[in-house]
């Protein structure tokens, strides 16, 4: 088992940069992918972020694409995510998930945290 808690969340204006953070409990993080998904009401989750054992590879949604950096440390066993020039449009809960196999798919992860609200204000 793997417990996953993000942190970062909050108000910011259009413009600003945010930093998110996925710390994990229970089993080492190293072992896993993990992703960065958001959902903004009334739309369909959607993978923000996802980033390889190790740090080796990451992909990015369209939609932040140019503007995130995922990192992690396994050694502080989490994970991080850095969104600059935020938009209206990127407000929404922020998750981080743990999957065992590469991939964008929401399904394929296994352990969810709760989630961290982010909100740009125009």
């Known amino acids: 088992q793997v417990q996953l808690v993000e942190s970062g969340g909050g108000l910011v204006q259009t413009g600003d940069s945010l930093r998110l953070a996925c710390a994990a409990s229970?089993?080492?993080?190293?072992?896993?992918?993990v992703g960065w998904f958001r959902q903004a009401p009334g739309k369909e989750r959607e993978y923000v972020a996802v980033i390889s054992w190790r740090g080796r590879s990451t992909l990015y949604g369209d939609a932040v694409k140019g503007r995130a950096t995922a990192s992690r440390d396994d050694a502080k066993n989490t994970v991080t995510l850095e969104i600059n020039s935020l938009k209206p449009e990127d407000t929404a809960v922020y998750y981080c998930a743990a999957a065992s196999s590469w991939s964008p798919r929401a399904n394929a992860y296994i352990y969810w945290g709760q989630g961290t609200q982010v909100t740009v204000s125009s």
């Open positions: 229970g089993r080492t993080l190293s072992s896993y992918v």
